[in-house]
């Protein structure tokens, strides 16, 4: 039986041979998952139903077992139809999770089409597909290393 919060097996053996700056994305259900992936990328859906699980229910479990250097959210073009005024409520819980998992790394944002860019690299191994219906709350994930 395993001790860490993250049981997914398929999610577990990806993370195990991701190295450092590894890529992995955790997108919201309005991602266009199939389309916008790394070359070997593995693409794991996780959409049980509207809303479960959400990003930062994933980014959580992430966090409890893979060490992560960077955290980049889709950055908002202001004439974007579904452009906020500031930050969209979402990052606010990114940060609650980071706190709790003692990360004192900002979010950074990477503009849309760079985010779709940055996702398709080679060094893009894992996109985690949820059904979070927040908007704008895709986080591309750098993987750090193991320091103990």
Not at 47 to 65: E, K, N, R, W
Not at 130 to 142: E, H, I, K, M, R
């Amino acid at each position: 039986m395993l001790r860490t919060t993250l049981l997914h097996p398929d999610i577990l053996r990806i993370c195990a041979t991701a190295g450092h700056h590894s890529k992995i994305l955790i997108a919201d259900g309005n991602y266009p998952a199939a389309s916008k992936i790394g070359p070997r990328a593995e693409l794991i859906s996780l959409q049980l139903m509207p809303g479960i699980p959400t990003v930062a229910q994933v980014l959580d479990a992430i966090l409890s077992t893979v060490p992560i250097d960077g955290f980049n959210t889709m950055g908002i073009d202001p004439s974007d139809e579904y452009a906020f005024d500031g930050d969209p409520p979402v990052w606010n819980d990114f940060r609650q999770i980071l706190a709790k998992h003692g990360v004192q790394r900002e979010l950074v944002p990477i503009q849309k089409w760079d985010f779709y860019e940055a996702v398709s690299s080679a060094d893009h191994v894992l996109t985690i597909q949820t059904a979070d219906q927040a908007l704008w709350a895709n986080l591309l994930l750098s993987v750090g290393v193991r320091q103990t």
